[in-house]
């Protein structure tokens, strides 16, 4: 039986060193901040894109047919395609839906990734097992599933292993799209199968797959804006060393020792250093003047909290923290 996996975050860091810790060579993500094909296609060779929606939990999500495309069950035995058979798995399993279809050196730069020993074994031990049986060794995998769970957020109070979502909790799924032999597949873990969403070749990817996800975004109503989009592809220092863009590629490393750090700090619990802070805060204000200074510390505390919210529904809070709508 597996062991639990904890939810990660739809981010691009995550995601990256995700694979890095996986084996994979010279391979990142960059977040798309809009449906315009132009900006994938200037992150050529893209190898698919990962996309994060709220998972529909008022109408069945599985069906006869698909709401776009056509199921293609004969894709399933030649492509790597597993189903989803455990909670909390999807996002890796949306990365590994494209890279292990990306495994034939004779594609080309675009359709080829060194996954690595430990991956190329686990594609070559699952693509002779049914869907169902691949995603029950995804699953079972013990790497996959220590590497995934590095990268959950540090939680004192809650297991998510183990976390079951209450009826009114909003569901999220990731699902892939990747150009796998001259067409456009969605390879998402809880359909039965591939959808086939016709031909396209590796330079008619950008454009094609942003129409499909224009079409899946405007099935939602027009307030849900809680979608992310992030794109494989290949390291981008690699394309900044052949081309001589020093300043790219210190963006670049820049961008690395970021995501290095954050990730760092996911894996940390700080609630013990918070209460050792506050602690030391009261011991001060005490110190400082008796019962009388803390409860003023605190009265005063309470008084900009007031005033915060109060201006925050006047807006006047410069709109910190709000959704950022994806650009269609």
């Given at each position: 039986?597996?062991?639990g996996w904890n939810t990660i975050e739809s981010d691009a860091g995550v995601f990256t060193y995700l694979l890095d810790n996986l084996g994979v060579k010279d391979v990142q993500f960059e977040e798309l901040l809009s449906l315009d094909p132009d900006a994938l296609a200037q992150l050529h060779p893209v190898y698919g894109v990962i996309f994060l929606f709220k998972y529909p939990t008022d109408t069945p999500y599985r069906g006869e047919k698909p709401l776009d495309g056509a199921y293609d069950h004969d894709a399933s035995e030649r492509l790597f395609f597993a189903a989803q058979t455990i909670q909390n798995a999807c996002g890796t399993?949306?990365?590994l839906?494209?890279?292990l279809n990306k495994t034939d050196p004779a594609t080309g730069e675009a359709g080829y990734v060194d996954v690595g020993e430990s991956l190329a074994d686990f594609r070559d031990f699952t693509m002779v097992l049914p869907p169902e049986f691949r995603g029950e060794a995804l699953s079972n995998s013990e790497l996959i599933r220590d590497v995934h769970n590095s990268f959950a957020k540090?939680?004192?109070f809650v297991d998510e292993t183990q976390r079951q979502a209450d009826?009114?909790?909003d569901a999220f799924h990731f699902i892939a799209y990747s150009p796998i032999g001259g067409t456009l597949y969605e390879l998402d873990g809880l359909q039965p199968a591939p959808i086939n969403h016709g031909a396209c070749t590796q330079e008619e990817f950008p454009a094609k797959v942003m129409e499909v996800l224009q079409?899946?975004?405007a099935r939602y109503e027009a307030s849900e804006i809680r979608f992310n989009l992030l794109a494989m592809v290949r390291d981008l220092r690699i394309r900044a060393r052949e081309i001589?863009?020093?300043e790219l590629l210190a963006r670049e490393e820049r961008k690395r020792r970021d995501w290095q750090f954050e990730n760092a700090l996911r894996r940390h619990n700080f609630v013990g250093f918070a209460?050792?802070?506050?602690?030391?805060?009261?011991a001060a204000k005490l110190k400082e003047g008796g019962d009388a200074a803390f409860n003023k510390w605190v009265d005063d505390a309470k008084d900009k909290l007031r005033k915060r919210i109060d201006d925050r529904k006047k807006g006047k809070g410069g709109g910190g923290g709000e959704d950022v709508e994806m650009e269609g």
């Open positions: 039986m597996s062991g399993q949306a990365l839906s494209v890279l540090s939680s004192p009826e009114g909790d079409r899946r975004i001589g863009d020093f209460g050792e802070v506050l602690k030391g805060v009261v």
